[in-house]
């Protein structure tokens, strides 16, 4: 209950963290920033972030003096698998959050929805595959644990040492690490590179062209 109400006071500064991480990706790719796009981070929580029981908020820069949204391109929005207004929320979506409270890992799903479909599938790719499976269940243990023990803010926003660790660990969840890479992550001590480095991480399909971009 602790580590959940951390959490909930705490998404709102992690969104913002997200949304500048973003834009710098695309300032270093060369952009002005009158041409930057609209960025949407969006949040799927296994708790109520805001304690009102729906089960999407969506956030935006307001006015306070008129009351009416600014268009600086930014949005958030915080998806809760707990909500109670089933009614004001499209089927698709309420198929989707379902599937995430239900976790969908370890019983049949009886969704049509396809994108829920697709998901599952994907899943069960990877679990079919040994290797990829070691990597999964690692990747997926070594969350539960940090979140535990309230570490994982820590190495996403502490030292360049967690930063490392966890750049690793994602990266040893979908290939095979040489040992000249890990040596030269190991070695990087600018945590806004790490923090590139991570995000890149996440989109890359193979090993080659992380180190491609990185």
Not at 44 to 62: K, N, Q
Not at 116 to 134: F, P, Y
Request: proline residues 3%.
């Amino acid at each position: 209950m602790e580590m959940q109400v951390t959490l909930q006071k705490f998404l709102p500064k992690r969104s913002r963290y997200y949304h500048d991480q973003i834009d710098m990706d695309a300032l270093l790719a060369g952009d002005s920033y009158e041409n930057l796009p609209d960025t949407y981070v969006i949040f799927i929580c296994d708790f109520d972030p805001f304690g009102d029981g729906l089960y999407r908020y969506s956030t935006g820069m307001v006015c306070e003096e008129t009351g009416k949204s600014v268009s600086d391109g930014v949005k958030t929005v915080y998806l809760n698998a707990h909500g109670g207004n089933r009614e004001d929320i499209p089927e698709e979506l309420l198929q989707f959050l379902d599937y995430v409270k239900n976790t969908g890992r370890t019983e049949e799903i009886s969704t049509t929805d396809p994108f829920v479909r697709h998901l599952q599938d994907s899943i069960d790719k990877i679990k079919q595959n040994r290797g990829m499976e070691e990597r999964y269940m690692l990747l997926e243990e070594m969350m539960r644990n940090e979140r535990k023990e309230g570490k994982i803010e820590g190495k996403l926003e502490g030292n360049a040492e967690g930063k490392q660790e966890f750049l690793l660990t994602a990266l040893e969840s979908k290939f095979s690490v040489p040992s000249e890479l890990k040596e030269k992550i190991m070695s990087e001590t600018d945590i806004e590179k790490l923090d590139l480095w991570f995000q890149l991480s996440l989109k890359v399909s193979s090993l080659e062209e992380f180190e491609q971009n990185m």
